[in-house]
């Protein structure tokens, strides 16, 4: 696989639940390849979901600040300690908007030979793998604002 396009926000495809992925073979191995090279096509680019290039498959990838990776199957712990912070989105390329998240979390899944993995991760990193878990269950980060701040994202946003 190589790169790929990115879906919109606007896109059906980002509201669907994820399959597990139950097979860890070949097109495994390449879907993660595919998500990573897609990944790192832009600038400030921290992580992608299977479903943002189309694909059902609970696979996530993720690079910031020298911690680089993915996870298949990912399950997420989260700290009870929160921060709000500025957050943004790949699908919405462009549009920044505060939103509170954990402050650390400890994501537990297996990689693409099937091994287990665990990355504990606080700040910007744990915000990466809280969104991009998200994308896993059709849940877009504009879906966690109130009322009126999913309004004012949806009338300033370009997708």
């Known amino acids: 696989m190589a790169v790929q396009r990115i879906r919109a ?11 597990p992925v139950t097979e860890f073979d070949k097109e495994l191995r390449g879907l993660v390849k595919a998500l990573t090279l897609t ?9 992608l979901a299977a479903p943002q290039i189309g694909v ?8 910031y600040d020298g911690k680089a990776g993915h996870l298949v199957n990912p399950r997420l712990e989260l700290s009870e300690r929160t921060i709000v912070a500025d957050e943004a989105c790949l699908s919405a390329p462009g549009s920044w908007w505060p939103l509170e998240r954990s402050f650390g979390v ?18 910007m990193l744990a915000r990466v793998l809280q969104h991009e878990a998200d994308h896993l269950d059709g849940v877009l980060f504009v879906d966690r604002l109130g009322d009126d701040e999913r309004d004012r994202f949806t009338e300033s946003a370009a997708f």
């Open 39 to 47: 990944m790192r096509q832009g600038h400030g680019r921290a992580g």
């Open 9 to 19: 926000f606007d896109d059906p495809v980002l509201r669907e639940v994820a399959r």
């Open 56 to 63: 059902s498959a609970r696979v996530i990838v993720f690079d």
């Open 106 to 123: 400890t994501a537990r899944g297996r990689d693409m030979y099937g091994k287990p993995v665990t990355v504990r991760a606080i700040g």
